[in-house]
């Protein structure tokens, strides 16, 4: 993220820090020069280090490293990702009675909660203090009181105010506290018109292609084209994209060869079912993203879309059912913080970084040149051209699923997680075909690695639907749910 930071902070004037807007180029340096920002960024490393996953099959990293500066406007830091942002305080640690735990930001954000959890064997209380001004004066805000096992989701009001936040607790326990702070998401479900030439999901006939990055100093994007019409594939040809953005088609039967062996999308490495997709990671923990649009399925399990690279320095961008995902690296815990960043309905075929700017295939054939788009002399290969971080504006993160959809379910059986995590108006509904009430534990994960917490029990009665919308001030990373009783069950989330 960026944040504006006070020139004049010290430890006794600690008031001024606000997060601005989250960003996903990896940036080493900055400066302001001529009435512009300009970043030194980390985009394309040639051996990927440890970031290895099966769902990015055998790919290659590109030819050489290659990376660009990035120059934005002075008030650009202000307009990119929602700062949404979350942190602990404590995460199952030991704590003794009356133990205060170090300060957290808590100006900046208009939506903001705590999930709490006393994992000791003693009854205690949480008491959250305040330092209102900055100054090392603190002040008292609420107290939680919780029995040993028990954990509780704590909102705070727009009047209670405060630079900084911590917490007491008034026996010795194990801990776990995260502060989970959101921005309110003033994006639109549609795409910037900058992306104007991308195909729609549902459209047979596209400039298709795969992409590499060529080495040995040859200084271009070597795409071998492909084009769909009337969804069948067939080859056009190979074709390299210089400094000056020029497309031209190139004879290079080696590279040829060389991209359709090493760039290949790889199969069944996501699976789309009924109720989400599940993904299985290479540890073997299984997780479930929402689904998008139903033209996904078909074009995932015929390997015509790229499910996950990386573009920018062990930092992959994951590809699923019509919504872009960044996805830390394995060795950051992966899936487990992985986290939306913009849906959309276009039939993105592969993507790549290439000198700083991220490229993508999949356009309408009859796309005409422009601010974003590259196209051939000959007409039969296009490229879209920009930034990563101009994925934001491809439009906000929705989606639907969960994790049972008319599932068997045993009773205490908790179902996979779902990830719930940077998505707005969140929507849920339970039901069931017992012909006896069920009850239904919510349970949510908050940190990502952390402790798995209840946040509520519903009863469902026979026949009946349960539905609820949850508070604007919700966030967690995960979220599951499990049955008191042996059913046919269905957990099902709307993200509008």
């Known amino acids: 993220m960026f944040w504006k930071f006070p020139g004049n902070f010290t430890a006794e004037n600690s008031a001024g820090i606000r997060p601005r807007s989250s960003y996903l180029k990896v940036i080493g340096d900055f400066t302001r020069w001529n009435d512009q920002l300009v970043f030194g960024c980390d985009d394309s ?4 280090f440890l970031n290895k996953r099966k769902q990015k099959g055998d790919i290659e990293g590109p030819g050489q490293s290659n990376s660009n500066l990035w120059f934005t406007s002075i008030d650009k830091p ?10 602990s305080v404590w995460l199952n640690d030991e704590v ?72 007491r607790s008034t026996s010795k326990t194990l801990a776990t ?9 003033e994006r639109q479900t549609k795409a910037s018109p900058m992306f104007t030439g ?15 990055g060529l080495g040995d100093n040859r200084r271009a994007l070597g795409v071998w084209a492909k084009t769909f019409e009337n969804g069948v594939e067939k080859e056009s040809g190979y074709y390299e994209l210089d400094d000056a953005f020029h497309l031209v088609k190139k004879e290079d039967t080696k590279t040829k060869a060389f991209i359709k062996e090493k760039f290949a999308i790889p199969e069944n490495v996501i699976d789309i079912q009924e109720s989400s997709v599940l993904i299985v990671d290479d540890k073997d923990r299984r997780w479930r993203l929402p689904l998008g649009n139903e033209g996904y399925e078909a074009l995932t399990n015929k390997a015509q879309l790229r499910i996950c690279r990386e573009v920018a320095t062990e ?49 309408h054939p009859k796309v005409n040149e422009g601010d974003h788009i590259v196209r051939s002399e000959d007409g039969k290969a296009a490229l879209w051209v920009g930034a990563i971080d101009d994925l934001w504006e491809m439009g906000k993160p929705v989606g639907k699923g969960g994790p049972w959809k008319n599932t068997a379910v045993k009773t205490g059986e908790v179902s996979d997680p779902y ?60 979220i599951r749910f499990k049955t008191d009783t042996d059913c046919t069950a269905t957990s099902w989330l709307v993200y509008r």
């Open 45 to 48: 490393a040639q051996k990927e």
């Open 78 to 87: 202000d307009h990119l990702g929602p700062n949404t942002a979350s942190g």
């Open 96 to 167: 003794a009675a009356h133990e205060t735990s170090e300060p957290m930001l808590f100006s900046g954000w208009p939506k903001r909660m705590a999930w709490v959890l006393n994992g000791g064997d003693l009854d205690t209380k949480f008491v959250f203090e305040v330092d209102k001004m900055g100054n090392q004066h603190w002040e008292e805000l609420k107290t939680i009181a919780l029995k040993a096992g028990a954990s509780a989701s704590v909102e705070f009001t727009s009047q209670e105010k405060g630079e900084w936040i911590r917490v």
């Open 177 to 185: 506290l995260s502060f989970n702070y959101s921005d309110i998401d």
């Open 198 to 212: 991308l195909a729609n999901v549902n459209e047979t006939n596209v400039l298709s292609g795969l992409l590499y």
């Open 315 to 363: 930092r992959d961008l994951f590809s699923c059912s019509g919504t872009f995902y960044e996805l830390p690296a394995e060795n950051a815990d992966g899936f487990a913080k992985i986290r939306p960043i913009s849906s959309h309905n276009f039939r993105i075929h592969d993507y790549a970084s290439y000198r700083g700017m991220l490229v993508m295939t999949g356009l």
């Open 419 to 478: 990830l719930i995590a940077f998505y707005d108006k969140k929507e849920l509904t339970l039901s069931h075909n017992s012909n006896d009430d069920v009850t239904f534990t919510i349970q949510v994960e908050p940190v990502g690695h952390g402790p798995w917490m209840d946040y509520k029990e519903v009863t469902v009665k026979a026949g009946e639907e349960f539905n609820y919308t949850f508070p604007d001030a919700f966030q967690a990373r995960w």
